[in-house]
């Protein structure tokens, strides 16, 4: 009987341990409408605030329908935020790996990046060998376990000298998938989803 007991208990602890750690998605819209604009540039960023605790493990971008196709000198870089809200020097991460769904327009980043709570990163895609990365924008997304995207110095394009654009404007197609620490995957289970709803830019 006690040998039963105990071994209950640890299926129970391997069980929660095992939905803990699975990896989810933190920030998601690229189940949205693409509104006909995206950023340019050998540079193309999008920022977003973490809620609780998590190590993101893979981004994926929905680029634009026209010429571009990310090349084999693609990498994503994961960077801090500055004191203003931009994108900041200290870089987190690089990561190299990445594949691409031709049929969806989608390209995907791997990698392994711990993040704090409540602190606003930066993902940052480049591409000097293409030269002229596209990455399509829409109006709304969803997201887990508090994570939200900032008002203002929301996404960035290198085109033009750069340019940063204000949720107001429209995030990127993007999704962030995560591994949240124990608590946070178990609150996961709760199924807290928030839907937020931004007004796109009509020019850019």
Do not use: C
């Not at 203002?152 to 998938?177: C, I, K, R």
């Amino acid at each position: 009987m006690r040998k039963r007991i105990i071994f209950l208990f640890a299926a129970l602890v391997f069980m929660f341990s095992t939905q803990a750690y699975a990896s989810f998605v933190l920030l998601n819209n690229l189940d949205q409408t693409p509104m006909g604009w995206w950023n340019a540039g050998t540079t193309i960023g999008q920022a977003f605030t973490t809620g609780q605790v998590v190590t993101i493990d893979a981004a994926t971008f929905r680029y634009d329908y026209g010429s571009y196709n990310p090349t084999s000198g693609a990498y994503l870089t994961v960077q801090n935020a500055a004191s203003d809200g931009k994108i900041g020097s200290n870089i987190l991460a690089t990561w190299n790996t990445f594949s691409v769904n031709a049929t969806e327009r989608l390209v995907t980043y791997t990698g392994t990046s711990a993040l704090a709570a409540n602190t606003t990163y930066w993902l940052v895609i480049h591409d000097s060998i293409e030269g002229y990365a596209r990455v399509s924008s829409t109006s709304t997304y969803t997201a887990n376990l508090g994570a939200s995207l900032p008002s203002l110095y929301n996404n960035y394009e290198s085109m033009g000298g750069g340019a940063y654009w204000s949720l107001t404007d429209g995030p990127l197609m993007f999704q962030v998938s995560a591994v949240p620490i124990p608590a946070a995957g178990w609150l996961l289970g709760s199924g807290l989803i928030g839907l937020v709803a931004v007004r796109r830019r009509m020019k850019k």
